[in-house]
Structure formats: C-alpha cells, structure tokens
C-alpha cells in the first residue's frame, strides 16, 4: 500500500480538493483507496457527502476504542473507502502527546488493513502537530499542495523543515513533491516562485491543477469532481495526477526490486500462469512491467490443445502489459482490466 500524504501548512490551498479528486481518480482506474481524513474540520469527509454526525471516525480509532476497521465507511466514490473526522479529533494531540510511540500511531493502525488497499491518500491539517507527524511518519511520499502565494511557500519551507526531521530520526526517506494548483504561470508573481522553487531543485509534479469554478460546486453537492462534472478539464488534471502518480510508482517498484535483487535478499516470487483460449494466431508474445517491456523476456510459452499459456514469476504488485498477436502490439483481448498509457491508449492491468 502506498501512503500519500496531502500537507501543506498554508490553509486553503487545495490540500482536500486534491485528497478527494485523487482518491476519486485512482479508484475510477481500478486502485482500491483508503482515504483518511486527518482534518477535525471533518472537509474531506463533507465534500464527500458524508454525515458523520454521532459516528465514530479517526479520533475513536487514534484514542483506542475503536479498530480502524470498524471506522472505515465503504464505497463513499467508485474504488474508494472513508475514515471520517470529526471535529473531536481536535483533542486527539492531547492525547496522543500521552502515548509512548505517539509518531507510529496511524502507521501501526494502518498496517491492520493495508493488504486490503493498493493507496492511503491522507488529508492532513493546515498545521504541524502530532496529527501531521504521524501522517509523515506513516507517508512513502507527501504530496504538496501549492497555490501561488508567498504563504504556500512559507508553507512549504516548514514543511520540508519537518520533514527532514523525521527522516532523520527514524532514518526514513519521504520524497516531497510539489503539485501547482491554480498556478496562471501567466502572472508574473505566480511564474517568479515557480522559478525560485525549481531553483531549490524541488521535485514537481508534471501535472498542473487548473483553476474551476465546477469544485466548489461538486463540494456543495458532495461528490467529487470526477463525479459532478466528469467531462470538466480538471477532471482529466485529476486523471493525469492519478496515472503520473501510478507510473512512479510502478517505476519505483521496479527500482526496489533490482535494488534487492542485486543485494541477493530473495523477494518472493509468485508463478503466474495467464491462459488465453480461442485465440487464433501463429504467434503470441507478451511484454510489460514484469519483463521491461521485452517481448517474452522471462516468460515460458506453453501450447495446449490450440490454446496458449503464458508463465511469468513475479512478486506481488500491479503490472501494465499489452499482447502482441502476431507481432501486432495490443490490448490483452481476454482481461477487462485496463489504464491508460501515455500513447492515447489502454494497457492491460495484472494485479498480483
Ligand atoms: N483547482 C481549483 N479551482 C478552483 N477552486 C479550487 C481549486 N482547488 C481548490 N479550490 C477551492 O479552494 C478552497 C480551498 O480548497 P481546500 O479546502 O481543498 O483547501 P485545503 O488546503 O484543504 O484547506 P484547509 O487548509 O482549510 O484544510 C475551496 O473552496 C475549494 O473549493
Ligand atoms: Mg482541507
């Protein structure tokens, strides 16, 4: 599972909008998402359309009377799953600053239920306590919100500052990336602090977030804007996040495995056998993820009775692959799963 921690210290800069239309996003290209409101504004949780009035949420689980499972409210968008926040969890650094490990409290509640999802997304508040420190603590990468003001970057340094103090603590490494949000790098100011923050060689996001007036109005109705307004350039901005997000991933993955590979630490690996029957062809290949790309790099073929059986052995994780059919590259015609490419296309998704 990966954490991604939405943080910004500046409100107001987008941080929700983002946890809701990403978790949105993910969930509609087939990821399973736990999102976390880590706000006791409970805004992540509103915009969703969601009542949390009497009910238990991240504050029950954090102060031990409930299991993070027993919180979680299933399917609030399509692929995605809500811990809700009230405004009770405004007590909860008192009570965790009581705890022994009080930085490790999420992550070891998330841990309960992590086979269960392929992304936490957490919507953090705009401050710097415990609640924002065990979101850290828990994050494999922050995403930063930043609007074109000089608060954002204020923002931004504090956190970064935090950051860097947790890593070096806990000997973790949590790469920070930055995500424009309404940034008209047509303005002068706006295009004055993009340059200052690619002079201090910050990770940015490819995609930008446009502006639109469509979210505003998705939250009044409680649904994301993937879901009000699907066809809104936004959306696609959402979309674009979502699969530049998945594609680091994946690469980072791969990065992983070679790195344990080469350190002969042995990585599990699964013997997947993929069948493909009535498939009329003189040739079958395979190429993706798990065999970079190289047709059949790695893979058994076996024929059976006209039909075709393709063995990989790979570790667990999500793979992007594509058949080629008589030395025509294309979609696996057998597997309704899909995401996007970077060609205009579709790949086919193997999920081990
Ligand atoms: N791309 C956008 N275009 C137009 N309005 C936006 C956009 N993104 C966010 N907003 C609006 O900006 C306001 C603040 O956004 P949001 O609540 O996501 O910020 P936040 O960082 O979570 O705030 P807080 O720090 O209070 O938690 C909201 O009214 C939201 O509708
Ligand atoms: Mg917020």
Request: proline share 4%.
């Amino acid at each position: 599972m990966h954490v991604i921690a939405i943080a910004n210290q500046k409100g107001g800069c987008g941080k929700t909008t983002t946890a809701i239309n990403l978790s949105a996003a993910l969930g509609e290209d087939g990821a399973r998402v736990l999102l976390i409101d880590m706000d006791p504004q409970g805004h992540a949780s509103l915009g969703l359309g969601q009542s949390t009035l009497g009910r238990a949420g991240l504050f029950e689980v954090l102060n031990g009377q409930n299991d993070l499972d027993d919180v979680i409210q299933d399917g609030v968008a399509w692929g995605v799953d809500l811990v809700p926040a009230t405004i009770s969890l405004a007590a909860v650094e008192h009570v965790l600053s009581d705890r022994p490990e009080r930085e490790r409290q999420l992550i070891k509640h998330l841990e309960t239920v992590a086979h269960r999802y392929d992304y936490a997304i957490l919507d953090c508040p705009p401050s710097l306590g415990l609640l924002a420190v065990n979101a850290l603590r828990a994050a494999s990468q922050v995403l930063v919100p930043m609007d074109a003001s000089l608060y954002a970057l204020d923002g931004l340094q504090r956190l970064r500052e935090l950051v860097h103090l947790i890593e070096t603590r806990y000997d973790l490494d949590i790469p920070l990336r930055l995500l424009p949000i309404m940034f008209d790098t047509r303005t002068r100011l706006a295009r004055s602090l993009f340059d200052h923050l690619l002079e201090q060689g910050l990770n940015t996001c490819a995609t930008r977030i446009r502006a639109c007036v469509k979210i505003r109005e998705a939250a009044l109705q409680g649904q994301s804007l993937l879901a009000y307004a699907p066809r809104a350039p936004v959306a696609a901005d959402y979309r674009n996040l979502a699969l530049e997000l998945r594609s680091q991933a994946t690469a980072q993955q791969r990065a992983t495995t070679l790195e344990t590979t080469t350190t002969a630490t042995p990585i599990e690996a699964h013997e997947i056998v993929l069948n493909f029957q009535d498939l009329e062809c003189r040739r079958l290949q395979i190429a993706g993820d798990f065999n970079d790309w190289i047709p059949d790099g790695g893979v058994e073929t076996r024929q059976l009775d006209g039909s075709w059986q393709k063995v990989l052995h790979v570790a667990e994780g999500a793979y992007e692959y594509r058949v080629i059919i008589d030395g025509i590259w294309q979609q696996d015609p057998t597997n309704p799963y899909e995401v996007p490419n970077n060609l205009g296309g579709n790949n086919s998704l193997l999920r081990v």
